[in-house]
């Protein structure tokens, strides 16, 4: 792959419109500022990241988790693009690394635009409606490909579909961003019938010519049919989204008193050589607010990570352009963040997503997903009856719940379910059940 044809501001959809002249805003801040102000992204306000939803103590959402990986995302390749400037700069286009951190910040913001409620479950949840629940009965109806994508459904696949889908009475192209964008945040380039082990996959059959056709234009190589190399500024997304949500959710945790002090702080502590640990120390005991002490240590650790990423980066250049890469950037970090690294994500796995505040969201977001998934499909698929049309009216109308065929109008439920906040999702399954009525 090549830098130059890598870094392309050709917009989804109005590709006879491109305009190469060079504006105030350049695209790639045109497609972050175009995410900022949609609906889409103000929902992730009200969607779950691994917490309940802010009570007396403020936890992270999908909102400030995304914001925050988009931080962390600008300042890594900000940091590379120095690097990878001063390697190319006898080459023509060398100014082009540049706006690295424009596209990196703006696919950080939108990874999990197509998350559904109730956190990282919401996804398992509406994949086993469909591989153990009542969707079971549909797969006749469906090609495997099809099928595939509804059994393994994928959150990183739904922000591919969300941002490209010509949703009914939209323009071509969804939110018409550039094609460097795009393709920068499909960390899985491939259809759920081509993944490993059918495991994570990065776009639904329905969305599968539009990555070919941006693969195609980026130069992109097809390693094996149906299986793409990632865009090299996939890593850079990865990583930042690996860094935020391990580091933020041992502060969150820390926050709501399910880690002490103690541990939170020698947990990030870890992440330094001793003579940097010893600093930290220091510098941490002059705060009193415990809050303040691990959110100084949290800052240190993401400035060491990124550091770290940015630098392996470079390094691996040429495997990363070839897509022959195989190790996360935080994997290939000094033994010291590594093995922090790991560790910190061991204690998280046991001590913090099996905590009981966060099962039993999971156990409210399943029954209410699996509610919502049972009555909206029945609605599509049998229109006429008293109850399905009186549903229906609740569908928005951008989504093509009248389908010709089985596949769009289950993806049309599966739009309208993964785009709900955690309260509309509860408070359509409060209303339908005859919970919660309106005023009279």
């Known amino acids: 792959m090549e830098w130059h044809r890598l870094i392309s501001d050709i ?52 909102l400030t988790h995304s914001l925050e990986v988009s931080s962390v995302g600008r ?41 559904p409620p109730f956190g990282h479950s919401g996804e398992k949840t509406i994949a086993t409606f469909f591989s153990e629940g009542p969707g079971m009965e549909l797969k006749g109806s469906l090609t495997d490909a099809e099928w595939a994508d509804f059994v393994n459904f ?58 070919e056709r941006v693969a195609r234009t980026l130069g992109i190589d097809e390693i094996e049919k149906g299986r793409f190399a990632r865009h090299p500024l996939v890593w850079l997304m990865e990583a930042a989204d690996d860094i935020c949500y391990q580091i933020m959710d041992l502060e969150d945790a820390h926050r709501l008193k399910i ?7 020698e947990i990030m502590l870890n992440f330094f050589e001793p003579k940097e640990r010893d600093k930290r120390v220091m510098s941490m005991r002059r705060l009193d607010d415990p809050n303040e002490q691990i959110g100084y240590l949290r800052s240190k650790v993401i ?52 905590s009981s505040e966060v099962v039993e969201i999971e156990i409210a977001g399943n029954r209410i997903l699996t509610y919502l998934m049972e009555v909206l499909t029945d609605a599509v698929m049998h229109p006429n009856k008293n109850f399905s049309k009186l549903l229906l009216k609740k569908v928005p109308d951008q989504y093509d719940i009248h389908a010709h065929d089985t596949y769009g109008r289950l993806q049309a439920v599966l739009d309208h379910v993964s785009g709900m906040t955690d309260i509309y999702a509860l408070d359509l399954f409060r209303k339908l059940n005859g919970h919660s009525l309106p005023q009279v």
Request: glycine share 6%.
């Open 11 to 62: 917009r989804l959809g109005m590709e006879e419109y491109h305009d190469p002249r060079t504006h105030t805003r350049n695209d790639f801040q045109r497609d972050y500022d175009r995410l900022v102000f949609s609906s889409p992204f103000r929902r992730l306000q009200n969607k779950t990241q691994v917490f309940p939803l802010p009570g007396s103590v403020f936890v992270h959402n999908r």
């Open 75 to 115: 300042s890594m390749a900000a940091e590379a693009a120095l690097m990878l400037y001063e390697r190319h700069k006898a080459e023509p286009d060398a100014q082009k690394f540049f706006v690295l951190g424009d596209i990196t910040a703006t696919a950080c913001l939108c990874h999990d635009l197509g998350n």
């Open 154 to 211: 994928d959150g990183n696949a739904n922000s591919f579909r969300l941002l490209t889908h010509q949703f009914v009475g939209r323009r071509k192209g969804g939110f018409a961003m550039t094609y460097s964008t795009l393709a920068s945040i499909v960390k899985y380039p491939f259809t759920s019938l081509n993944s490993p082990k059918r495991g994570k996959f990065g776009f639904f059959e329905s969305e599968r010519e539009i990555y």
């Open 259 to 265: 880690l002490s002090t103690a541990e939170t702080a």
């Open 303 to 354: 400035g060491e990570l990124v550091s770290s990423c940015s630098r392996s980066f470079v390094e691996h250049e040429e495997e990363i352009l070839a897509g022959t890469m195989t190790k996360s950037l935080v994997s290939l970090s000094s033994p010291t963040l590594r093995e922090a690294y790991d560790t910190s994500a061991e204690l998280s796995a046991e001590r913090i997503y099996r």
